[in-house]
């Protein structure tokens, strides 16, 4: 059974940081695509970070410079540093993994980030 656990998410700040953390089991986790997305109220979900299996990462243009994506195989998890956050990163932040060669995506439960002082 394959499962996306996230945590790390709460209430923060604005300017404060926070560490979400994404553990994959069921999966052959050092083969996946792991990406963080995140979806405000009333808005479409959106791409925050993606990295590959062979470490290569990709941001969303509003968070360049202050997200930082990074993986463990050992630990099979994905986390997502966020710095500087600001009130606009209000959101449930989802873990997604893709597998190699097409087939289905799988989706974490998702974690609350607020961002509010």
């Known amino acids: 059974q394959v499962q996306l656990v996230e945590s790390g998410g709460g209430l923060v700040q604005p300017g404060g940081s926070l560490r979400l953390s994404c553990a994959a089991s069921?999966?052959?986790?050092?083969?996946?695509?792991m990406g963080w997305y995140r979806q405000a109220p009333g808005k479409q979900r959106e791409l925050v970070a993606q990295i590959t299996s062979g470490g290569m990462t990709n941001y969303a243009d509003s968070v360049k410079g202050r997200f930082t994506i990074s993986r463990d195989n050992a630990k099979t998890t994905v986390y997502l540093q966020m710095n500087s956050l600001k009130p606009e990163d209000t959101a449930v932040y989802y873990c997604?993994?893709?597998?190699?060669?097409?087939?289905?995506?799988?989706w974490g439960q998702g974690t609350q980030v607020t961002v509010s002082s």
């Open positions: 069921g999966i052959t986790f050092r083969h996946y695509a």
């Open positions: 997604k993994g893709d597998p190699p060669f097409g087939g289905s995506s799988y």
